[in-house]
């Protein structure tokens, strides 16, 4: 019997998390899924609930110094792990594992954050151009092309 395909979940903690966790339940049948997220209740590997967490550095658009050990992070946890594809919700991490992931040509899914309700995420933006997919979860901020709307998590 052949391993289900590997899928890297990652996101910023808090509502981020949430909407990934809410999103990965429904695919935890069909995956072997590994999760990333800035945390520091955990070091670089461990379980959480049965699954597989990596700890990762937080980013964020006010301390870019941060975004070198997180870069690092996310390319050990690819190399390694070596998923077929990578989902994010949000912000900062998501973003460089989807710059990653288009480098080493692995398919990226980024779900913009339900917060943003008047315009694409500052992180959703950067990430927009490199995912292979891109979803909003607000209808009007969809343009039919490259931002689509299935719905929302929460």
């Known amino acids: 019997m052949n391993a289900p395909p590997k ?3 990652i996101s910023s903690p808090g509502g981020h998390w ?3 966790t809410r999103l990965c339940e429904r695919l935890e049948d069909r995956y072997s899924i590994i999760y990333a997220m800035p945390n520091t209740l955990f070091n670089s590997a461990a379980t959480l609930g049965g699954r597989k967490v990596y700890s990762i550095t937080d980013v964020s658009a006010d301390d870019k110094w941060r ?3 997180c870069t ?3 390319l050990y946890i690819l190399l390694k792990e070596r998923p077929q594809a990578i989902l994010s919700t949000g ?3 998501g973003a460089v594992a989807v710059w990653l992931g288009k480098l080493l040509r692995i398919r990226t899914i980024w779900v913009d954050s339900i917060a943003n ?3 694409i995420s500052r992180a959703g933006r950067l990430a927009q151009k490199q995912a292979d997919v891109f979803l909003t979860q607000w209808e009007h901020l969809s343009d039919g092309q490259s931002v689509l709307f299935k719905g929302a998590v929460l």
Do not use: F, G, S
Request: no cysteine.
């Open 72 to 74: 690092l992070q996310v």
């Open 91 to 93: 912000a900062a991490p």
């Open 117 to 119: 309700v008047r315009q």
């Open 7 to 9: 899928l890297l979940a």
């Open 18 to 20: 949430i909407q990934l």
């Open 67 to 69: 975004l070198i050990p």
